[in-house]
């Protein structure tokens, strides 16, 4: 079964400062990659997502991710975040099979601060 | 053009009742599937509904069942409600292919 690791549960920034969430998964024959974005009280909101093709996938917010399959990550970055930045982000997996289920980290908070 | 809507929003239950939460898919789509966030915590997937049908369930007791309909939208129930079912609950829609859609979720409470 597949599984996913963000090992740093809380990411302390300052604004305008880079950032980079780290995700892991375990080695799977095709994967499916995805992060999401939580901010408080609310539901999760789809950042940016790998499939196939090019490795470096971004998001219309300046986030992007990098697939590699070597080292079976895909860390988040973005070269500087802002306040509203702030929020609670999940790495996910899909699983194998036919439900298409994902499997997610234990989130990472990043907390940008002025 | 609506997103995945979940009914209601918050809710507040004793030990030992049963709950229904609800949800609408996005327009267009057939799947829904269900996930458990606990505080501090990942989702974790309860199961998912495909034709009406559960096509696959994670780790979760029978207390957990659920329901689609056929407009798609889809019933999560929990019965004899324990004090650690307190959570948020999402619901995802989804149609062919690896993406979801995800509702803003119910925030349950078990007192």
């Known amino acids: 079964a597949q599984s996913v690791t963000q090992l740093d549960s809380q990411v302390p920034v300052f604004e305008e400062a880079p950032v980079e969430l780290r995700c892991n998964y375990s080695s799977s024959v095709s994967v499916y990659l995805f992060w999401y974005v939580q901010y408080p009280n609310q539901g999760l909101q789809l950042l940016l997502k790998y499939l196939s093709g090019s490795t470096l996938v971004e998001s219309i917010n300046g986030f992007e991710a990098e697939f590699n399959k070597s080292q079976t990550s895909f860390h988040l970055r973005k070269p500087s975040v802002h306040i509203s930045d702030t929020a609670e982000y999940f790495c996910a997996v899909r699983d194998g099979g036919a439900t298409n289920k994902l499997i997610f980290g234990t989130g990472t908070l990043l907390a940008v601060q002025p | 053009d609506a997103g995945v809507t979940q009914s209601p929003t918050h809710l507040i239950k004793t030990r030992g009742q049963q709950v229904t939460l609800r949800c609408s898919p996005k327009?267009?789509?057939?799947?829904v599937s269900w996930y458990q966030q606990a505080l501090g915590q990942g989702p974790q997937f309860i199961f998912q509904y495909y034709e009406e049908e559960e096509r696959q369930r994670g780790n979760f007791p029978d207390r957990f069942s659920g329901h689609q309909f056929p407009n798609y939208s889809s019933e999560l129930n929990v019965n004899a409600l324990l004090l650690g079912d307190s959570a948020l609950y999402l619901c995802a829609s989804s149609f062919t292919g690896p993406g979801y859609t995800f509702g803003s979720g119910t925030r349950l409470t078990v007192v």
């Open positions: 327009s267009g789509h057939d799947t």
